[in-house]
């Protein structure tokens, strides 16, 4: 997480501090967001530093960036991840890791044409790029849980072709809506149907399109309606 000394770093979800306890090592300053009041209340006293910044909130309602462009941390809740990734990766900070579920994981690295590659390898692709750092065993965690983890980097994308990303992000949510449907099947509701039709990807799912080609296709649908006669 900290190759280098951080003057701050994130920490989301600290539990009980194993994490945390690693990073006070590396960084000037960790600003730790945790929504179980109890462990809030270990943590200050595991840690009485004026270097430890506990924030008793969830981190879906907390304005990360408030505290500037910080590298972001933490093992994030199964439940939660997606959402989780979605306000971080906004964020654009210089890199963020997290211990993922390994589905989660392979969903976020994963090429076009295969089975889990969908919306929220996009989603995510568009601000950053994903690797995965290295796999963690149930048996590492006490309890062990029912499923295997993985370690994730994101760190900034350099560039996005699209000059709307949020528009652009609402029409891949339409093109992944139903993934087995294809592309035509699943926009004739929301552009021409003779548009649609004429565009060469029409028959294909959309699992088969990488983001530049998801993004191309965007583009040229959103000129030829533009370009039409109202």
């Not at 990073?23 to 730790?32: D, F, K, N, S």
């Not at 595991?46 to 907390?62: K, N, Q």
């Not at 028959?203 to 583009?219: H, N």
Request: hydrophobic residues 45%; positive net charge; aromatic residues 8%.
């Amino acid at each position: 997480m900290c190759p280098a000394r951080e003057d701050l770093v994130i920490e989301i979800g600290p539990g009980k501090g194993a994490l945390t306890a690693k990073l006070l090592e590396r960084a000037g300053r960790v600003v730790a967001i945790e929504v179980d009041v109890g462990l809030v209340e270990h943590l200050r006293a595991r840690f009485p530093t004026p270097h430890l910044e506990l924030v008793h909130a969830d981190v879906m309602a907390a304005d990360l960036a408030q505290w500037g462009r910080a590298p972001v941390c933490g093992n994030l809740p199964y439940y939660i991840t997606s959402p989780i990734l979605d306000k971080v990766v906004r964020l654009c900070p210089p890199r963020a890791v997290f211990l993922v579920q390994k589905e989660v994981a392979q969903r976020l690295t994963a090429r076009p044409g295969t089975r889990e590659y969908g919306y929220l390898t996009v989603q995510t692709q568009v601000f950053a790029f994903s690797k995965v750092l290295f796999h963690v065993k149930a048996s590492a965690f006490r309890p062990p849980p029912k499923v295997e983890s993985s370690v994730v980097l994101l760190e900034p994308h350099p560039g996005f072709a699209a000059a709307d990303r949020e528009a652009f992000l609402e029409f891949a949510g339409r093109c992944f809506h139903q993934k087995r449907k294809t592309l035509r099947n699943n926009l004739v509701a929301y552009y021409p149907k003779d548009l649609v039709d004429a565009q060469p990807e029409a028959g294909m799912r959309a699992e088969q399109l990488s983001l530049e080609q998801l993004i191309a296709l965007w583009e040229r649908l959103t000129a030829a309606v533009h370009a039409r006669p109202v």
